[in-house]
């Protein structure tokens, strides 16, 4: 596609309940990488894919997050028994280059805002 | 442990005159700068960037300055627009490849 597409763009959940987040890349981009942002700061590194596998997951906050991109090209970002402090912005990025990525553009999507009551 | 900053959270300026943001970074293994700029509800949306290498890279009205020995950075719009009014944030990535790093952001007013 034209651009870093996700859905939902929004998403009220209660807590407690299961959440998934969906990115579609640029296509032919070989790494993917998930962010979260809170209210008022940067976005902050949660993982990151080349192609289907996940090399760096060091950024996500605790076991409640999970991770995929099974065929190495839309990935899912799963968090389970949300709380309210998982309530941010999740913002999906991609690139056209694969590890060593300096000189490569990232592009993000306009994110998914997801709101814990 | 925030390795890239910027100090000013937010900054005002009259249409025509010129904007400066800044950024401060602490990790000497980061080799590729990113400006990005961010819309409420969009994501973030990429403006400029520069190499290690270089100590300057411009594009139309925007340039980014590096500092390496004081390893600071610099955006410079000029002449600002209100259409620039946003929010600007400093990313850095390092020469192990992989995460950008990214500050605080700086939300810049232009008043016509």
């Known amino acids: 596609g034209a651009g870093v597409s996700q859905s939902p763009r929004y998403k009220v959940a209660k807590r407690g309940q299961d959440v998934a987040l969906r990115c579609d890349p640029i296509?032919?981009?070989?790494?993917l990488f998930w962010y979260q942002q809170a209210l008022g700061q940067g976005p902050e590194f949660l993982t990151y894919?080349?192609?289907?596998?996940?090399?760096?997951k060091s950024g996500l906050p605790s076991d409640r997050f999970f991770a995929e991109r099974p065929e190495g090209s839309v990935s899912t970002l799963k968090i389970q028994r949300t709380q309210q402090e998982d309530s941010a912005v999740y913002l999906c990025?991609?690139?056209?280059?694969?590890?060593?990525?300096?000189?490569?553009?990232?592009?993000f999507g306009e994110g998914s805002w997801l709101t814990v009551v | 442990d925030q390795q890239v900053k910027q100090n000013s959270p937010s900054l005002s300026v009259q249409e025509g005159r010129i904007s400066i943001l800044n950024c401060d970074y602490t990790?000497?293994?980061?080799?590729?700068f990113l400006w990005y700029k961010k819309y409420p509800a969009e994501g973030p949306t990429f403006l400029i960037s520069i190499s290690s290498i270089k100590d300057k890279n411009e594009d139309g009205r925007f340039t980014v300055f590096l500092n390496k020995s004081a390893k600071h950075l610099s955006l410079h719009i000029v002449p600002s627009q209100p259409g620039d009014s946003a929010v600007y944030f400093c990313a850095a990535i390092s020469n192990q490849g992989g995460k950008l790093i990214f500050g605080q952001g700086t939300e810049l007013s232009v008043k016509p």
């Open positions: 296509s032919g981009h070989v790494s």
């Open positions: 990025a991609s690139s056209r280059g694969g590890q060593g990525l300096s000189g490569n553009t990232i592009y």
């Open positions: 894919f080349q192609n289907e596998a996940q090399l760096d």
């Open positions: 990790n000497s293994m980061f080799d590729y």
